[in-house]
């Protein structure tokens, strides 16, 4: 199939925009449910750290003065402040991760009113070019060198509202089993669930409009689904990325792969730290 023949999917507007309330349901159930599951079976429900180090500390130096007066008052002595997150919640947590990243699949399916061998054929995954994997590894190359100089160009100038928040992987990588899971969601689960719907089914869908409103589209909501405000401009690029691919062979498996890549490559960063 020729990058051309995207802007002829038997799906379009109507079947996108099913296709984002589905989805944004699949994005928060699951993540309602982390809570409740956790506490269901005796963990903490909070699977993330309170920050970074200056803040733990702060937080504990703000418990001993509250502990101090009131002890001095002879008034009840307050309950230790949360510093660490529950690891049995982490698993909990990407548990569900990969259950909505394979949800968003279906979604796909689903909204676009297409069996699997049929959506197969039409988004090109019938087909695998192993000749061309060079393409997606030099362009994760090159959106990493990027996202690595916009990342020090926000923290030069110092713009706190493009920096994300600390604290959300330290719970993970303190557990084998959470990070296992952690590995399967981002390795396996998220490039093919999200690239299904967010390239598959809305820049497929959308494609009519033309490369870059379809694109601006598919990978705006493709970042701002991280929920992460220092990664929304960078994941933003990665998107269009995603989306150029697609549309340049005709296959989403060059997003895939590109998808594969980027996230292997934060993952082995991440081990790196442990």
């Known amino acids: 199939m020729s990058p051309r023949k995207l802007g002829e999917m038997p799906w379009g507007e109507t079947a996108v925009l099913l296709g984002i309330w589905l989805g944004l349901a699949a994005f928060i159930v699951p993540r309602v449910l982390i809570g409740p599951t956790a506490g269901a079976v005796g963990a903490e429900r909070a699977f993330t750290d309170i920050g970074n180090s200056f803040e733990k ?19 009840a002595v307050p309950d230790p402040p949360r510093i660490h997150g529950d690891v049995v919640a982490a698993r909990v947590a990407w548990g569900y991760a990969i259950l909505a990243t394979l949800l968003f699949g279906g979604i796909a399916l689903v909204a676009g009113r297409q069996g699997p061998g049929r959506f197969a054929s039409l988004t090109g995954l019938r087909r695998f070019d192993f000749d061309r994997l ?45 990070l296992a899971l952690y590995g399967v969601t981002t390795l396996v689960a998220a490039p093919f669930g999200e690239e299904l719907f967010y390239r598959g ?16 589209v598919s990978s705006v909501l493709f970042a701002l689904s991280h929920l ?11 998107g269009l990325v995603m989306c150029w691919l697609y549309w340049r062979s005709g296959s989403l498996w060059d997003a895939i792969a590109f998808h594969v890549l980027f996230n292997l490559l934060s993952f082995i960063l991440l081990l790196a730290r442990i």
């Open 134 to 178: 060079w393409i997606p590894g030099l362009a994760v190359m090159a959106v990493y060198l990027a996202a690595g100089l916009y990342t020090r160009a926000i923290d030069a100038f110092g713009i706190d509202a493009l920096q994300g928040e600390p604290g959300g992987l330290e719970v993970t990588a303190r557990d084998s089993w959470a």
């Open 57 to 75: 500390a702060a937080a504990v130096a703000e418990y001993a003065d509250l502990r101090l007066v009131r002890a001095a008052a002879g008034n």
């Open 228 to 238: 992460d405000a220092a990664t929304v401009i960078p994941f933003a690029c990665a």
């Open 201 to 216: 089914l809305v820049f497929g869908g959308l494609s009519q409009w033309g490369f870059l409103p379809a694109s601006a």
